[in-house]
């Protein structure tokens, strides 16, 4: 999916016929409804503007980079500035590249695909490092980060957090009795079905090691 936040109809019509091919195209016409819809969205690149009324795309670039929901979002400045002074400035606010205008459609579209594959490059990455090799769910390490992320979004609402930690019970004497193979599969059969019983976003299922699962319930009180 790819983004794009430009408050001229115009500009977003003749980028979309240029990306086309790449996926899906969906748009913003400001800087706040763009940080919004990515929020909402999580887009894997951003074709950002710079001029736009209320908050330029180097302010849109460098708030989306500053929010750990946001910043592995990938983003291009799109502008009619040529100069190196304004191609620094794209790069310093955290922009992954910078295309002027008027558009080169054959320019524009190389540097989408370097920046999709890149995306995809690090998304992979990524989620070698957070996922569990047995269950295929996220591991105790992203759980950490996670958690501490939402506490801390939860303590500035003033909102419920919910957690739930899950022990497979007898879980060592069903291994010993049907071997590791099947102890194995009860693990993968256990995180499938938590995972499966999400209902919300922002509702996390974690190894958290061994036959120990956690469960992160955003705005979710007892009872």
């Given amino acids: 999916m790819i983004l794009i936040i430009d408050d001229n109809p115009k500009s977003i019509k003749a980028l979309s016929l240029i990306i086309r091919d790449f996926g899906q195209v969906i748009f913003a016409t400001s800087g706040q409804s763009g940080i919004a819809m990515t929020m909402k969205t999580k887009p894997d690149l951003i074709l950002?503007?710079?001029?736009?009324?209320?908050?330029?795309?180097?302010?849109?670039?460098?708030?989306?980079?500053?929010?750990?929901?946001?910043?592995?979002?990938?983003?291009?400045?799109?502008?009619?500035?040529?100069?190196?002074?304004?191609?620094?400035?794209?790069?310093?606010?955290?922009?992954?590249?910078?295309?002027?205008k008027p558009l080169n459609a054959p320019l524009v579209r190389?540097?989408?695909?370097?920046?999709?594959?890149?995306?995809?490059?690090?998304?992979?990455?990524?989620?070698?490092?957070?996922?569990?090799?047995?269950?295929g769910i996220y591991n105790r390490r992203y759980f950490d980060q996670q958690y501490a992320q939402e506490w801390r979004r939860h303590q500035r609402q003033r909102s419920p957090l919910g957690l739930a930690l899950i022990d497979v019970d007898f879980f060592k004497a069903y291994n010993d009795h049907y071997g590791h193979q099947q102890g194995d599969e009860c693990l993968r059969q256990v995180a499938k079905g938590l995972h499966s019983a999400l209902r919300r976003p922002g509702e996390t299922v974690a190894r958290y090691g061994g036959e120990e699962f956690a469960v992160i319930l955003p705005y979710t009180e007892l009872g």
């Fill in 110 to 135: 190389a540097r989408v695909k370097t920046q999709l594959l890149v995306k995809k490059q690090a998304d992979e990455l990524h989620r070698q490092v957070e996922q569990d090799g047995l269950t």
């Fill in 48 to 100: 950002l503007d710079v001029e736009m009324p209320g908050m330029n795309g180097y302010e849109v670039c460098r708030q989306l980079k500053a929010d750990a929901a946001t910043r592995n979002c990938s983003v291009i400045i799109v502008t009619s500035h040529s100069s190196v002074d304004h191609e620094v400035a794209a790069l310093e606010a955290g922009a992954a590249d910078f295309i002027t």
